[in-house]
């Protein structure tokens, strides 16, 4: 066991997933959560769109996209046939794909670590507390 683990607990890295439907305004809202445990070979994708939210900050934002950019992030962490070419990916590099930057209206944050017994759990409370 090293420094990082407990008998319990294993590390985990989190990157929220980030609506800029203005992107000349720098506003953004969060809308999910990437939650990746090499330990689990668990990566999970949680979201949750505030649609009024959403057009109070561009009352002309495509939604339909937004949702669907985002269940294509959720498509791509269960790695099943939906998520395409990422389904032949293991889940460190499907994470890998979802963290790294890109000028589309849907963006990931930077990248958080923890410690973590359920990444399941963790994926849940974190959209709770950072974008519910």
Not at 7 to 34: I, Q, S
Not at 86 to 95: L, T
Request: hydrophobic share 40%; charged share 30%.
């Amino acid at each position: 066991m090293n420094a990082q683990e407990t008998p319990d607990r294993d590390v985990f890295e989190y990157a929220l997933l980030r609506v800029v439907p203005r992107v000349e305004r720098g506003e953004t809202m969060n809308a999910g959560v990437v939650v990746y445990c090499r330990a689990r070979s668990a990566v999970l994708a949680r979201t949750h769109l505030d649609e009024e939210r959403l057009r109070a900050l561009d009352p002309e934002a495509d939604v339909a996209g937004v949702r669907a950019a985002l269940r294509a992030a959720e498509r791509v962490c269960d790695g099943g046939e939906e998520a395409g070419q990422a389904a032949e990916d293991g889940p460190g590099r499907r994470f890998r794909w979802l963290v790294a930057p890109r000028s589309t209206v849907v963006q990931p944050g930077p990248v958080h670590t923890g410690l973590t017994a359920d990444p399941e759990g963790e994926a849940e409370r974190l959209l709770d507390l950072l974008v519910r």
